[in-house]
Nanobody, 123 residues
Framework: QVQLVESGGGSVQTGGSLRLSCAAS????????MGWFRQSPGKEREGVAC???????SYADSVKGRFTISRDNAKNTLYLQINSLKPEDTAMYYC?????????????????WGQGTQVTVSS
């Protein structure tokens, strides 16, 4: 069983940057597609960025040009570099994974989830 643990969240001012990490541990013998999702109070969870087993990436329109997803397969770690943060980026950010290929920002495509890391952006 693979476990996902996020870190790197925090409180920053508008325009600031953060780097989120998601460490995967457990029985990792197959390639996984992975993604980042976020959820604000009172809103549905939305997909932010994903990366498939070939390294191809997809982004939500709201974060294109500001967020960068990457992975270090040797370290079993997924990253999300967040720049030019806005108050509307405030949310709990979740790491997700699915064994095999997937490149869609759809919750149902992923069956492994982390506990989340909070990002708060103040104006």
């Amino acid at each position: 069983q693979v476990q996902l643990v996020e870190s790197g969240g925090g409180s920053v001012q508008t325009g600031g940057s953060l780097r989120l990490s998601c460490a995967a541990s457990g029985s990792i013998y197959s390639p996984y597609s992975m993604g980042w999702f976020r959820q604000s109070p009172g809103k549905e969870r939305e997909g932010v960025a994903c990366i498939d087993t070939y390294g191809a990436t997809s982004y939500a329109d709201s974060v294109k040009g500001r967020f960068t997803i990457s992975r270090d397969n040797a370290k079993n770690t997924l990253y999300l570099q967040i720049n030019s943060l806005k108050p509307e980026d405030t949310a709990m950010y979740y790491c997700a994974a699915i064994r095999g290929w997937s490149n869609a920002l759809v919750q149902g495509n992923y069956n492994l989830w982390g506990q989340g890391t909070q990002v708060t952006v103040s104006s």
